[in-house]
């Protein structure tokens, strides 16, 4: 059976190029100029090459034409998440941040490989930002090249992923009568995966780093932990963080699920950050995994959650591995679109290409 081909832009370290291998794909292009997401993005699934490539030069957009057509005469998917750091509530959301428009690199290189089919992932804000100038941008750009195009906000815990995360899908279909209809979810809230669910197994590294590679001490509690365990042997990535010890009194002063200001009085007005000493739920899913700004913090013990923990409330199993100092992985995971909801997306868009 002939797998679709899919080249994956601004891959980062893969998540959503994950979700299509998962699902069966052949991604056979990730493009990226960050050196540490491109070797996790090599290293993690399997043949795939990672190119280094700067797409602010809209003329690189040829040399992935040329990599491409070594070995394949026509692409079937083109998947992407341009940075969104212009369209971000987290960035100064300055309209001309030319950051928007490097989702014209897409643009560009479906007009000359006319993948069936297009998918670009963003932030939920850029849909009503600069009354939605964004989202108006990208459907009038591939409209003109023939796709049918639809966009919706996929929530992550709906499609499997233990975190509280939103993210904006563009989906086009190149010469389509009706747009693509987004995956169902597949759990209701009360079926929510949790991060005690998510991580519970993990060891616990309270005031000691770990060792880079260490064994499972126990063995999975729940289906998602067998799930993540299912190709790994060993744990990578999880190495804990010591704070200070004002830090760690401060963290142990909050409950699950609040932050800085369930503190006393007297120690609420060191903080400003509005997510400050936020303690996660180990019966929730997490808060949005971020680029490792440390505001966050582990349900049960007093640190920020590791790379792995971080990794694993993303949806990506034990065996992917993360490269670069600890700073590039944590940014790598939080950068990442969850595994999961890659693959929900993959596999509802394989019945528009099997048709």
């Known amino acids: 059976m002939t797998k679709f081909t899919v080249i994956d832009l ?9 979700g299509f291998l998962d699902a069966g794909y052949n991604v056979v292009l990730g493009i990226d100029f960050n050196d540490s997401a491109l070797k996790s993005f090599e290293c993690n699934h399997g043949d795939t ?20 057509s070594k070995q394949y005469n026509s692409l079937d998917v083109l998947i992407g998440g341009p940075p969104c750091q212009g369209f971000s509530l987290a960035g100064k959301r300055e309209a001309d941040d030319e950051r928007n428009m490097l989702y014209k690199a897409m643009v560009r290189l479906a007009e000359i ?56 899908f563009f989906v086009g279909i190149l010469n389509a009568e009706a747009p693509f209809e987004f995956p169902a979810p597949i ?59 004002k ?59 590791t790379v792995r923990e971080s990794a694993r409330l993303q949806s990506f199993p034990d065996d992917f591995i993360f490269y670069g100092n600890k700073s590039e992985q944590y940014k790598q995971v939080g950068n990442a679109v969850p595994p999961k909801l890659g693959y929900a997306l ?3 868009l394989k019945s528009y290409l099997e048709r």
């Open 187 to 245: 759990l209701s809230q009360e079926e929510f995966i949790t991060c005690e669910d998510a991580i519970g197994d993990l060891p616990a590294l309270e005031g000691i780093y770990g060792e880079d590679v260490q064994e499972y001490e126990v063995k999975p509690k729940t289906k998602y932990q067998e799930e993540m365990r299912k190709n790994s042997k060993k744990i990578y990535n999880h190495i804990g963080t010591i704070h200070s010890e």
């Open 49 to 68: 090459k990672a190119l280094k490539l700067d797409l602010f030069d809209i003329n690189n957009v040829d040399l992935i034409v040329d990599e491409f």
């Open 113 to 168: 490989m006319k993948p069936r089919a297009v998918v670009l992932e963003n932030v939920p804000g850029m849909l009503t930002l600069y009354n939605g100038a964004g989202k108006k941008r990208i459907f009038t750009d591939f409209e003109k090249l023939g796709y049918k195009m639809s966009v919706k906000v996929l929530y992550a815990p709906e499609y499997g992923v233990p975190q509280i995360r939103k993210r904006a």
């Open 10 to 18: 601004f891959s980062g370290a893969g998540g959503l190029s994950k």
């Open 346 to 348: 993959a596999k509802k």
């Open 247 to 305: 830090t760690v009194k401060m963290i142990s002063l909050v409950p699950e699920g609040k932050n800085y200001k369930a503190l006393p009085e007297e120690y609420r007005s060191l903080y400003k950050y509005n997510e400050a000493l936020t303690r996660y739920h180990s019966k929730k899913p997490s808060l949005t995994i971020n680029t490792g700004h440390r505001s966050h913090f582990h349900y049960k013990y007093n640190r920020i959650p």
